[in-house]
């Protein structure tokens, strides 16, 4: 059967490059809501916020840490847990892009920023910022999960929590997950996009960019 997504066993480019193009899609419509249907800095005060703040601190390394510590010890295990389960061959890791792209299109479409103003960059520096800060962190999680779309171990025939249909089949254990040499690469890969995105943002929280 013809999926309209790549499982976690299609090859590895074409993972990487779906995700990315199912998040850019969504971020930039999301983008587009925000900035021309609601209200600008909407979202500074409502539950969005919390995640902005976690990496606070008074110094460059203390925010560097707190940022790494989040990004590399909360969000890509959180990702890498998701990809334990699947839905019907969908890997449910994949849900996590779409979430981030409405997320990352909503926040600087309403200029709802915890830290800062984009009123304070031109266009140019804005998307510079942007691309070199939050797209390399996100292009970052994107490849751990491509990376580890293939690891599911329990399977479900529905997303609703009704009947039997919710209930998961586990297809192996834990300890029988294999990556191949092109899947750890490229979860490595990730992880260095991820450490160089929260560097660019570290210093850009302190005017060093």
């Known amino acids: 059967m013809k999926r309209w997504f790549p499982a976690g066993d299609s090859h590895l480019v074409l993972r990487v490059l779906w995700l990315y193009g199912v998040f850019m899609l969504i971020s930039n419509a999301a983008f587009l809501v925000g900035f021309y249907l609601l209200p600008e800095g909407i979202l500074r005060s409502g539950p969005l916020t919390p995640a902005g703040l976690v990496g606070s601190a008074d ?83 994107l490849c751990v999960i491509a990376a580890t779309a293939g690891i599911a171990r329990y399977e479900y025939r529905s997303w609703w929590r009704s009947g039997r249909e919710w209930e998961a089949v586990r297809t192996g254990k834990l300890g029988e997950i294999r990556l191949s040499r092109a899947e750890w690469a490229t979860a490595f890969l990730g992880v260095a996009l991820v450490l160089v995105g929260a560097i660019r943002e570290t210093m850009m929280t302190f005017g060093l960019v």
């Open 59 to 141: 110094s460059l390394w203390g925010q560097l840490l707190l940022t790494l510590a989040f990004n590399l010890g909360i969000v890509v295990p959180v990702a890498v847990f998701m990809n334990l389960h699947r839905v019907r061959g969908f890997p449910v890791g994949y849900v996590y892009p779409m979430f981030m792209g409405v997320v990352t299109g909503l926040v600087p479409g309403t200029n709802s920023f915890a830290t800062s103003d984009l009123a304070d960059y031109g266009v140019r520096e804005g998307m510079a910022l942007s691309l070199s800060v939050g797209n390399v962190e996100m292009l970052g999680y």
